[in-house]
């Protein structure tokens, strides 16, 4: 069976920090393309980045990210992480990671073959 699974959600204060996984099973993420995005109750989904497994560069959909989140892989578990740090309450969101073969940088528009079901990311004191 072909998806993707986010973990990692939760209730953190503000300032504080979460790591985010997206777990393939079904496909080798090896030559993926990544892309983090995140959905705010009553406001359209936005994109957070994309990674290209081609060169390993990211790029960022969305300017409050940089500096703040990062993404990783670790091929052996086929998982990628979104590091969350500095984490504001405008941060509380679903979380999504998406993945797509192009093995490219891609725009936040673009549609990506395979989705995850979201976690949530609320931020409060």
């Known amino acids: 069976q072909v998806q993707l699974v986010e973990s990692g959600g939760g209730l953190v204060q503000p300032g504080g920090s979460l790591r985010l996984s997206c777990t393939a099973s079904?496909?080798?993420?090896?030559?993926?393309?990544i892309g983090w995005y995140r959905q705010a109750p009553g406001k359209e989904r936005e994109g957070i980045l994309c990674f290209s497994p081609n060169d390993g560069s990211i790029d960022y959909y969305l300017s409050s990210a940089k500096g703040r989140f990062t993404i990783s892989r670790d091929i052996a578990k086929n998982t990628v992480y979104l590091q969350m740090n500095s984490l504001k309450p405008e941060d509380t969101a679903v979380y999504y990671c998406?993945?797509?073969?192009?093995?490219?940088?891609?725009?936040?528009?673009?549609?990506?073959?395979?989705w995850g079901q979201g976690t949530q990311v609320t931020v409060s004191s």
């Open positions: 998406a993945a797509d073969p192009v093995s490219v940088l891609v725009p936040f528009t673009y549609q990506y073959e395979h």
């Open positions: 079904g496909f080798a993420l090896d030559y993926y393309t």
